[in-house]
């Protein structure tokens, strides 16, 4: 079984901003480009990682057999904001 990849991107004068969600199997490994640092931030009892690249930021938690990542050039706080009005 491949893995089926929907994406959403959100453009405006001053920024720009994705979201992916990847299904997969059990067997699917999703790496991601990334600089130093990182964190895990919880909200909702799930698990999101901050992941910082160059001038964006990549958020990243798995639901169910999926994947979903949030990058683009946003701020840790609207991350934040975002991830936490998540249901």
Known sequence: KKALIITAIYT???????????SHTRETLITYEKELGGEVFK???QSYY??????NLM????ESQCTILMSGQITEAE???IVESID
Do not use: C, H, M, Y
């Open 12 to 22: 405006s004068e001053e920024k720009k901003f994705q979201i992916d969600i990847t």
């Open 43 to 45: 909200a909702n009892g």
């Open 50 to 55: 901050f992941i910082p690249n160059l001038n």
């Open 59 to 62: 958020v990243s938690w798995n």
């Open 79 to 81: 991350a934040r904001q």
